[in-house]
């Protein structure tokens, strides 16, 4: 599916540069100063990611690598949550077309950020769950909020991780850990993570954790930037072109698990629970 690329500036504000998406799911702003790009995902109340989310993602990705923006800083305007991560309205009771529509842009939005020429870092500010912690962990750098969690957490819901989501956690984890981590569907604390590597650094508000990722990005000042992109893509160069390669086989076998009675009859139950939740609140 086509959706509108980032408009031209639409405010200038100091010595930063704000752009918006069209649907306003994602926004980029640029500090002229230091030429780096914050992007912030913007779908209330939890930025789930659906087709629209993923789509605004990659467009904005595209644009700030178009720009030639000296790196990405990527973090969310809720105060409580990063990324809920994948949208289960998605996944449940799927029309045909949109499912495959959905996996095949999430493919392409990891692709993407994995895979970026710049420098990447999460400011993670909010509770960072499944594919939350995809895209944290796709970031080369993360700096998280106390009192918050992440992890890959899709056996808890009854979901198997694809190898290319394992593929972005082992480059953070040892795999003992990751592997131990992903059957256990582990939400780990702010601390945990930062005790066994998951994250870089803490901070005690979202203003710091972007201090923080610029600070990490600018460690790179003085590094030719396409020697440094060129080794980045070395290292993660088996894990991209794995994907690439199996993007069809992926994209099948997404479909024939999501479509399982025993899957759906998962999601259902999750989603119930949600609505629950939410009523008593």
Known sequence: MLRSKLLSLVTRSGSSRLMSTGTKLTSVE??????IATLTMNRPPVNGLNLELLQDLKASIDEIEG???????LT??????????????????????RIRAFWSQLQDTWLALYGSSVP??????GHSPAGGCLLATSCEYRVMLPKFTIGLNETQLGIVAPKWFMSAFLSVLPQREAERALNQGRMFSTEEALKVGLIDETANSKEE?????????????KVNPLARSLTKQQFRAADLQQLENERKEDLEKFLFFVNQPAVQKGLGIYLEGLKKKAKKQ
Not at 77 to 97: N, R, V
Not at 120 to 125: M, S, V
């Open 209 to 221: 954790a972007i201090e923080k990722c610029a600070a990490f990005i600018g460690t790179f000042a």
């Open 30 to 35: 640029v500090n002229d100063k230091t030429g």
């Open 67 to 73: 720009n030639k923006s000296r790196g990405l800083i």
């Open 120 to 125: 990447t870092a999460a400011a993670i500010n």
């Open 76 to 97: 969310s305007s809720s105060p409580t949550i990063f990324s809920a991560g994948l949208d289960i309205l998605e996944m449940y009771k799927p029309d045909k077309d």
